[in-house]
């Protein structure tokens, strides 16, 4: 059964520890590139929200990121969580 694009819609706001000074926004560019890769999205959002922490400028360590695939279709809440959190480890 296909839900409803709003039901699809899950949040995952992550914490993520390690940060980089590599290239420019690299947290946020692998958490982009294995939730595409993995998950097929038709929508993904992926926002540093750092700056609401007390963190250096510029860090990447908290990140809200809105995720809508077809593969979450009948997953439960909780699962859908796993997977993504799974995926951006």
Known sequence: MLYP??????????????????SSKPVMQSIRKKL???LGVS????????????????AET??????????FDGVPLIKKYIRKATLVH
């Open 5 to 22: 694009h709003f039901l699809r819609r899950t949040l995952l706001n992550r914490s993520i520890k390690n940060l980089s000074n590599m």
């Open 36 to 38: 595409t890769e993995h």
């Open 43 to 58: 929508h993904l959002e992926v926002i540093n929200e750092s700056y609401m922490h007390n963190v250096p400028k510029g």
């Open 62 to 71: 908290h990140f809200k990121v809105v995720v809508v695939s077809d593969k």
